[in-house]
């Protein structure tokens, strides 16, 4: 992948709303998910993510406070995974092989290093691993979160479908 003269402007709107995008198709995935397999809306989703840094009980005794404080760590999560997407592209020439295999697995990356990693640093509960619950996890994930980042990174980044730089198409 060639080094190209990118505008950091560019860059920055572009990964602003590649974070907003990636973030706002996750939420809404989310939502549906769990309003699919309980069959009634989860009103006190946003408040059960701030319960990961004011304490599950506190958070879902927080009201709207507590809510658009999970609301805003949603989204400082989807842009920090999306931030560090576009910074380390340019850098692991392998990241331009496919960008739909790249997007579903950085999508199972960032899930696993939730997961198993920050999710383990916060009082919230952790629930029975289930493997064919976490397939389908990574796969809805891939879709709507990894494979968009991935998709910008190679449109901003000028990589072609082949995974080659595109050399007519600068920024």
């Not at 990636?22 to 549906?32: C, K, R």
């Not at 506190?58 to 989204?75: D, P, Q, S």
């Not at 082949?162 to 050399?167: F, N």
């Amino acid at each position: 992948m060639q080094q190209k003269n990118l505008n950091r402007n560019g860059l920055f709107k572009t990964v602003l709303l590649t974070g907003l995008l990636a973030g706002t198709l996750d939420i809404t995935s989310a939502y549906i998910t769990v309003t699919v397999k309980s069959g009634k809306f989860p009103a006190m989703m946003l408040n059960y993510l701030a319960g990961g840094a004011l304490g599950l009980d506190r958070a879902m005794h927080g009201g709207n406070a507590a809510a658009f404080l999970g609301l805003f760590f949603h989204y400082f999560i989807a842009m920090a995974w999306t931030v560090f997407f576009f910074l380390i592209f340019p850098r692991l020439r392998f990241l331009a092989y496919n960008r739909y295999l790249v997007g579903m697995l950085y999508a199972v990356f960032v899930n696993m290093m939730m997961s198993e990693v920050i999710l383990r640093m916060t009082p919230l509960p952790r629930g029975p691993f289930n493997l064919g619950t976490t397939f389908t996890d990574w796969l809805v994930f891939g879709v709507v979160f990894g494979i968009p980042i991935v998709y910008s990174a190679y449109r901003y980044y000028g990589v072609g479908v082949s995974g080659a730089a595109v050399e007519d198409g600068g920024r």
